[in-house]
Structures are given as C-alpha cells and as structure tokens.
C-alpha cells in the first residue's frame, strides 16, 4: 500500500486502497487524476482525485442499470459525458426558485445589481518605448507642459482637441483624441481610474501606464445607478435555479455515496469538511 494512501494521521481520510462496490480503483490512477485536482497538499490532492474517480465509478454503475451506458464504459469518453447528462436530467429534480425568493436575494444583494459607469472621453498619449532609457521621464515633462497649456486656455476642451491633432500618439489623435464610450475593463488600470474616480473636465495630473503618459480629459461620467428588480429579475432566476440544481445534484451524489459499499477513503467525513467550509 502507498504511503500517500497510508492513514497515519487523525485528520487523514484514506486507510487503504480505494474499492466501490467490490472494484478496486488503481492507485496509478488515483496518481494519473492527481493533476486534474490542484491542491496545497500531495495528499489534498491524491483525495480530491480519488473522490473525483470514486464518484465516476459511481455514476457510471447508476447510467449502467439506467441502460445509459456499458458497465465498463470509459469515464474519460464523451459518451459516458452524455451518459451523465441524462442521467442527472432523469434523476436529479429541476427546481425552480419562486419570485418571493428572488426579490430576497435582490434584496440581499442590492450592491451587485447596479448599472456599469460609463464615461466620454478624450486622451493624448505621449509614447514611451521600454528601451529607450530616460524617455518616460522626458514625456512626463512634455505632458505636464501640455496639460499647462490646457488648464489655462480660454476654452480647455477644444485646447485639448487640438494638441491631441498635433502630439499624441495613439489613432485616436484623429478624432481630437476621442476614444468615444469606455466602461470597466476597457481601458488599461490606471487609466480607468483616473476615469472613474474623479469627475468631469480635465485630470489634473499626468497617467503612467505601460504605453506612456496620457492626459485625460472626461467629457461626461455617468456613474452606475441602482438596477430595478424588473431589469434583473430573470438573471437572478438563472443563477439561483443553477446553484438549486448544483446542491439536488449533490444530494444525488451523496445518496448515491451511502447506497454504496466504498472502502479505502471516507467519501462522508470529506462532504461534511466541504460544507464547514462553505458554510
């Protein structure tokens, strides 16, 4: 018997090699799953994966006697991933969450549902190549001597129109430096910081991020705004009915579990840890 599968310690689950109903699972194998199931310890992880076979074993008897599949079919095949499937189609029940517990969990979660800020905004990029050594400090110079210029024009918005034309070094210098509508994620970190944090007109400083400097000028922001439970009512009913079905399938699995005569690992003692932690 492997070390890794030995039980020499209290909080240890496997005591011997792993057998479902009479089969023995391979320990090759239980090593060949290990890289499907990361984990902070070797033996997190040869449990994870003997779990993983374990409950494979398991279906693959349920989708057998179903007729859903051969009773030695490869667990690793797409078929026996359709076999699954239907099996849990057939087997698990498919519930619905009412309308009352979907307005709790928007009621819960009111933070979540808010729209995603938007903002109109122009930018002078003054380009910084990595190998040029000295030159991000020579255009920090250069945007903080153009941002002069903008903050004491008459009209600082057309200003800025115009020395994007005349120094920046993105595209977007043909449009007066627009970059039109940006929300979360579409520009690079800094950048969208200095977007959102502030409010409209000019940011009053110059931003690094990995193409160079860039003045920024917000023509409009529209922070997010709460969302009406009528907006998102139907996406609150798909994730609450995805994670009804994740727990039915669980008591499936679990049922499936104590129907069975496994030895070697104890499938039980590793579902209560599961729920301690999440709970």
Known sequence: MS??????????????????NGRTIPDDMIYGEMQYHPAATPREAIYAAARSLVLAELLRER???????????????????????????????????????RYDYFVENRHKFTS??????????LAVKPDDDGASERQQKVAEALLEQVRNAPDPLLQFAQLARQHSDCSSRDADGSLGQVGPGDTVAPFEQAVFAGSNGLVEQPVSTKYGWHLIYVEHL???????????????????QEKLRRKMINVFLTDLVCAADISGIDMLEAEQKSEDCEG
Do not use: W
Request: glycine letters at 6%.
């Open 3 to 20: 070390a890794l599968l030995a039980s020499d310690a209290s909080d240890q689950l496997f005591i011997g090699p792993v057998q479902v």
């Open 63 to 101: 989708a057998s006697d179903c007729g859903l599949c051969d009773s030695d079919a490869d667990t690793g095949s797409e078929d026996f991933d359709g076999a699954v499937d239907a099996l849990l189609e057939r087997e698990v029940p498919q519930l619905k969450p009412t309308r009352e517990q």
């Open 116 to 125: 995603q800020p938007l903002a109109e905004v122009r930018h002078i990029l």
């Open 222 to 240: 529209e922070q997010g705004r709460p969302l009406e439970f009528s907006y998102v009512e139907e996406k609150i009913g798909d994730y609450l």
